[in-house]
């Protein structure tokens, strides 16, 4: 799954910005995360459409990447995110970042990782579920 | 190549004979003719006669850029105020700029060193030369148009215009050459970029020169790859011909200054006394055919070394090495003295950072680095840019003994000017 990462200025203002050419370019958000390290930050979305989106920022001169991420699907009950970080801890996968939430009484963790294809294995070895892009859109 | 081979290659005691002969003749008209030197030599008691060996260079008064400031607009003329044919000025950062004539012989020989220099890096009649410098009062423009139109390539006196603009030239006259200021050059390569043109393919660029702005190998290499074509270091300054006076011949090691024109000093900046040969100090230039305005030991304020062993190219025109920077560009934060040219030597050596920087002196005395990320080198992972930001500062450290504060700005953001690059800002409350 991809998410659009942009790079964005620690100034007042700049969430707007990018969020506005967005929401000018009709695309809709579904999740957003912004990890800020002193005077610069990342702004990563989960959007319905990428493409378009990643073309509407460059157009405003904005630095836009591709990242990639699992969605993972986990029982919502105590014990789950347990189950997956051990799994990938035995197999010797770091976790580089990782948020997750609760929707509809569905556990999703997205994580990153350096080692994607390596963890989407063993996660689906365990029985995990990997939700693609669809999925995440339509929770 | 060779455009003056005999001139270009004269043995070293045949040079040197010619060098004397020149600044004994140099050094009798300035005293026949310039008040300004006149009083020069009684108050250090020296006649023309004096000058008896190259080594008596040393005991010429020195000419500084105040002395143009003050005889501005023609007190340093050696030729009647009607004689020169034309004017450059330098630009001063405050009020009047220096006034530099040339007489017609003058603007013959600026044009024929333009001619050995485009020459010596292979460029032929057959070569279409894009002047992407400005004309006008600047040298960087008219000189080296005449010197190209000389060799015979067809010039194109684009001048610094838009970006669009050269491009379109470049693409309708097959442009193989291009004069630019080197942080142009790296500016205009992204704009290629943004414009889906691949230099390679789609246009016949082979050689830039570029000039008129201290720059760093670092740079030159990243412009080579950026269009995949050669680079040349072109040395210059208004108050000798423009550019043109020191230029790289086909083995880019060292700027071959045309001795038979000017006679080669480096001397101590602080006390003025001469240093031996190839060591670093400020480089001092006596005109040895000028007419209209020759200046006797000049001092350039530019920093650098004679290469003294011999090119393999066969000139034997002494080179210098890569302008470290001018003396009036060494910035001083909290006492350590820095030239810019060390933080672009960084910069351009590390491949996630972009073409522009800005250096930003504020506060007390406080140091902060603008850094542009190149197009590419970003690839969503916050924790990338902070290791980036962290590498550079202790390449910073390492290299200025000052620990600056390093920002990263998204690519294209910092100010692009169509001159000069403005690299500093300072706004300190000192």
New interface residues.
Partial sequence: MNLVAVFVENKPGQTARITKVLADAHVNICWVTIAHSGSFGVMKFLVNNPDQAVLSLQEKGLMVSRLEVLAIEAPNQPGSLQAVADCLAQHGINLANCSGFVANHRAILIIETPDLAKARAVLEQQGLRLLTPEEMLSL | MFWDRESETLARPALERFQLGQLQETVRRVAQRVPFYQRKFAELGIKPEDIKSLEDARRLPFTASADLFAAYPDGLLAVAADEPVRLHTSSGTTGKPKAVFFSRNDINNSAELMARSLVMTGVTHKDVLQNMMSYGLFTGGLVMHYGAERVGCLVIPAGPGTSERQLMLMQDFHTTAVHILPSYALYFARFLEQRGVNPRKDLKLRKAFVGAEPHTEETRRRIEEAYGIDVYNSYGLTEMNGPGIGFECEHKAGLHLWEDHFLIEIVDPVSGQPLPEGERGELVLTTLRREAMPLLRYRTHDITSIIPEPCACGRTHRRLNRIVGRADDMLIVRGVNIFPQQIERILMSTPQVGPNYLIVLEGLDDMAIQVE?A?AG??????H??GL?HQLAEKFKTELYVRPKV???????LPVTEGKAKRVIDRRSL
């Avoid at chain 2, 970003?378 to 924790?383: A, H, P, R, T, Y």
């Fill in positions: 990320l197009s970003f690839d969503g992972q916050v924790e840019l902070s930001r920002e990263l700005v998204p690519a294209g953001s």
